[in-house]
């Protein structure tokens, strides 16, 4: 059998979705390259005892590589019953971290809660990856 008569007909949007989340893990790890030249903050160190905005940029990219194999593994999980409803959560999931990385981008770490709203994505696969298990059992 092959994988595409396997896959749910709609897993084609959690493809992209997956796709959206590498295009915002690239933009924000340029960011942390770019915020390195700028604020002269050599390799291997991770954070800067000056420069509060390179620390900023830095634990933006830092956090959401923290969470994302959590991420990627509930999405997963999720979008195999409920393909679309995980991508839509997904989207939300990865736009919320490029709202996250902006307000942290200002200096000012309160700021980067302009991307909570991402919990409304994480815990959506999360419970959606829950119902996967539990339907697995009854």
């Avoid at 991770?46 to 959401?64: G, L, P, W």
Wanted: hydrophobic share 50%; proline share 4%.
């Amino acid at each position: 059998m092959e994988i595409l008569e396997i896959l749910p007909a709609n897993f084609a949007y959690v493809i992209f979705t997956y796709l959206y989340s590498w295009v915002m893990l690239c933009y924000l790890g340029v960011k942390v390259g770019a915020a390195r030249k700028k604020y002269d903050v050599k390799y291997p160190t991770m954070y800067s005892d000056k420069e509060q905005v390179f620390n900023c940029i830095q634990r933006a990219h830092q956090n959401t590589l923290e969470v994302y194999p959590q991420w990627l593994v509930f999405q997963t999980i999720a979008a195999l019953v409920y393909p679309l409803a995980a991508a839509v959560l997904g989207a939300i999931w990865v736009t919320s971290r490029f709202s996250y990385a902006w307000g942290y981008y200002t200096g000012d770490p309160s700021k980067r809660m302009n991307g909570a709203y991402g919990y409304i994505g994480y815990l959506g696969v999360i419970i959606l990856s829950i119902a996967v298990a539990l339907q697995l059992l009854f």
